[in-house]
């Protein structure tokens, strides 16, 4: 009998890290280097850290972002923060995070930051975009140069706790021309529902810009629903919370209410992070977590990493985990991937692009590498 190597699961992890891979959600504050924290803080002289040895470092960030607590778990992007407030700390952090995602095979990304989190020690909001910007465009550049091509875009993140976000808004428009190709708000989800930046949102309708909306990750139905019916979010950060509006009976038939009928009926793109997920209790485990229901019952889900310090993680670590908990194969990979593509920011064309040019064929070449192995075995 012939095996599938498109269906062949768990996929060998030298595989996925091979694979081309999209990313949508990832937080720049969250992915820092642990040695490059270390040698930020001492040119800063933040002695904060709770240690300067960079694997400890990397224990205690996971430890304090598992620890159920939600102090520790905050206490984690305050150290990241500190560091970060100078526009050469900015763009190094920037580049690593090109360089790292394009060696863990991510061929086109989008980074969030928060601009309003990097005023500490002076700067202003437009200096710290170019710097990211051009931390950005040097790690693409050193990418591309080591055979590993990425295109990053950077989404604007305004915190929902602040009153902050319309000129954040009106920042990433201004530099919508200059990689800046959306814009998010992030932090406490309870009490701080989407509608309270409204005003933000209409703008950049006004604008024709586009936007996600972290909701449905802590809170549930109502905050998913205010974010695409009030605000008209593009997308939803994590959105997991949909599956309270999905109830399976005694024949494992599914039934969607309104909300998660609307969701998949307009394909709205579902950013979700199994690993962060199950840390900050959104989801009880990978193998329990809704994107399998999801996935199944068709709703545009993409896989993303959200904080790769704080969860330990990387893009290749999540399809992994994913491939062992539900069974993917090289298939269901790609079509995680394609829907990231087809859900990110960019103009169609370049989205079409990176589908045909870099997704299609680099899966096809996988699926024959594993078709190989399969016949070299005894
Ligand atoms: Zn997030």
């Not at 710097?131 to 990418?143: D, R």
């Not at 992994?320 to 790609?334: N, P």
Request: aromatic content about 8%.
């Amino acid at each position: 009998m012939a095996l599938d190597p498109g269906a062949y699961a768990p996929v060998p992890t030298d595989l996925i890290v091979r694979a081309p891979k999209v990313l949508l959600h990832d937080h720049l504050d969250g992915g820092l280097r642990p040695a490059s924290i270390v040698e930020l803080a001492a040119e800063v002289g933040y002695d904060g850290l709770p240690t300067t040895d960079p694997a400890d470092l990397a224990r205690w960030f996971t430890a304090a972002s598992t620890s159920g607590s939600l102090e520790r778990y905050l206490e984690t992007f305050a150290h990241t923060l500190a560091v970060t407030q100078t526009s050469a700390a900015l763009a190094r952090v920037a580049r690593e995070c090109a360089l790292d995602l394009a060696l863990d095979g991510v061929v086109y990304a989008e980074v969030r930051f928060a601009p309003e989190l990097h005023t500490q020690r002076g700067l202003t909001e437009p200096e710290i975009v170019e710097a990211v910007l051009a931390g950005f465009a040097e790690g693409e550049a050193a990418a591309a140069e080591a055979g590993h091509a990425i295109r990053v875009g950077v989404l604007l993140t305004a915190m929902r706790t602040a009153t902050h976000s319309r000129s954040i808004a009106e920042l990433a428009i201004a530099y919508r021309d200059r990689g800046v190709v959306g814009f998010d708000i992030a932090g406490a989800e309870a009490g701080y529902p989407p509608t309270r930046h409204l005003d933000a949102f209409e703008y950049l309708r006004r604008e024709n810009a586009h936007f996600t909306i972290h909701a449905g990750e802590a809170f549930g139905l109502p905050s998913i629903w205010e974010a695409i019916q009030w605000c008209g979010a593009d997308r939803l950060g994590h959105g997991v919370r949909i599956i309270d509006d999905i109830t399976v009976d005694a024949a494992g038939v599914a039934h969607l209410g309104r909300l998660a009928a609307y969701v998949r009926d307009r394909r709205i793109p579902l950013e979700m992070c199994p690993t962060s997920n199950v840390q900050t209790g959104a989801a009880d485990s990978i193998a329990t977590h809704p994107i399998g229901l999801l996935r199944d019952l068709g709703f545009r889900v993409t896989v993303n990493t959200d904080n790769r310090l704080m969860s330990d993680t990387s893009m290749s670590k999540e399809m992994a985990l994913l491939s062992e908990a539900f069974g993917y194969g090289l298939d269901d990979l790609q079509w995680f991937t394609v829907n990231a593509m087809k859900s990110a920011f960019v103009p169609f064309d370049e989205r079409l692009d990176v589908i045909n040019e870099r997704i299609k064929p680099g899966y096809a070449e996988l699926r024959a590498v594993l078709a190989e192995r399969m016949t070299d075995r005894p």
